[in-house]
């Protein structure tokens, strides 16, 4: 068996009911049920955090600002040296 780690909390005795209902009709477990649906939005809320969704007008914009032929500044040759150096 995989290692598992434990989750307890305390909900009222009708928010108890209302998920074992519910966790029924999907023939799931209480406990199945309910990482399920907390997976689903953590999942949903890391997603929305991390992830950046571009309109199509917004992706061409950015695509094109990448494919810009732009010439390193002093900084960034500075830097790109600074590099150089720690790797070797």
Known sequence: M???????????????RRIERAAALTGQT??????SVLLREANQLLS??????LNAKASREFIARLDRDIKPNRRLRRAAKRHGKLIR
């Open 2 to 16: 995989a290692d598992t780690t434990r989750m307890d909390f305390r909900l009222q005795p009708a928010h108890k």
């Open 30 to 35: 209480v406990s199945s049920f309910a990482v």
């Open 48 to 53: 929305e955090e991390t992830e950046i969704v």
